[in-house]
């Protein structure tokens, strides 16, 4: 069952994020080691660790922290990477496969502009709690 989140929770292993597929969805995190994740639309990710995440559906950009690594697992045990530098994955369920892609249009929008509008909210599962964050749209 999904909760909200706040901006003030720590991630902690075994934390699940998911951010909604319709509409201008997207959360950014930050990593134990000072990385970040950007989930888009439809993305659904799992905290292994602090520097490991599951993707298993949506677009994540993945940026590991100043002279790490982020391991990145894709959906049901598939493919596995290590990310060095910035990088866009998609995840798909059905074929188990994780891609690197090009910068998608909601990622550039995002990083483009800052909020301006609530249009919905984010429920996620955080530390056993259920916890709410509203989405903004710019």
């Known amino acids: 069952r999904w909760g909200p989140v706040d901006e003030r929770d720590r991630l902690r292993a075994g934390d699940w994020l998911k951010t909604g597929s319709r509409g201008a969805n997207a959360l950014a995190v930050t990593l134990g080691d000072g990385g970040s994740l950007i989930l888009g639309p439809g993305a659904q990710v799992e905290v292994v660790n602090a520097t490991t995440v599951v993707v298993h559906s949506g677009e ?50 995002y990083k483009a502009a800052s909020p301006t509008e609530a249009v919905g909210s984010l429920l996620a599962t955080v530390d056993g709690r259920k916890r709410l964050s509203t989405i903004l749209f710019s």
Request: proline share 10%; hydrophobic share 40%; aromatic share 2%.
């Open 60 to 109: 994540v950009e993945v940026t590991p922290g100043k002279g790490a690594k982020v391991g990145v697992s894709g959906p049901a045990g598939g493919a596995r990477t290590e990310v060095a530098a910035p990088t866009v994955l998609r995840a798909d369920p059905k074929a188990r496969t994780l891609t690197k892609v090009a910068e998608p249009r909601w990622l550039a929008g």
